[in-house]
């Protein structure tokens, strides 16, 4: 099954990941300004994410100065115990795609970039 986690004023992301379906198993966090979290905030929710998710797809819809520093938050905060079953998606909109594709690899050397 898909499932699909946006942040917004209304939505905690935490609660989100844990009150989904079990069979969940293609997860896609999109996060926008809005409440995006801090690293620390992310370990918690990327830790509460279940073994049985294949994929998990990193989105963005920000479209100013800040995205780039913000998405390379998310994606640090990232356990490295995750990163053996996680096939990373990464939705660019607007970004240098060089510098963003040169620093995701440098994050997971040994995944799938899309």
């Known amino acids: 099954m898909y499932y699909r986690i946006k942040n917004s004023i209304n939505i905690d992301l935490f609660k989100s990941i844990k009150t989904m379906p079990l069979n969940v198993i293609k997860l896609d966090l999109t996060f926008t300004r809005v409440r995006l979290k801090t690293g ?3 370990i918690q929710i990327y830790s509460a994410i279940p073994s049985s998710i294949s994929s998990i797809k990193l989105s963005t819809n ?5 995205i780039f520093a913000e998405l390379s938050q998310a ?3 990232i356990p490295p115990s995750l990163l053996n079953w996680v096939a990373l998606y990464v939705s660019q909109n607007n970004l240098d795609t060089k510098e963003l594709t040169k620093e995701i690899k440098e994050i997971f050397p040994n995944n799938k970039l899309y």
């Open 40 to 42: 620390e905030e992310l």
């Open 62 to 66: 920000v479209f100013n100065a800040r």
């Open 75 to 77: 994606l640090n905060a």
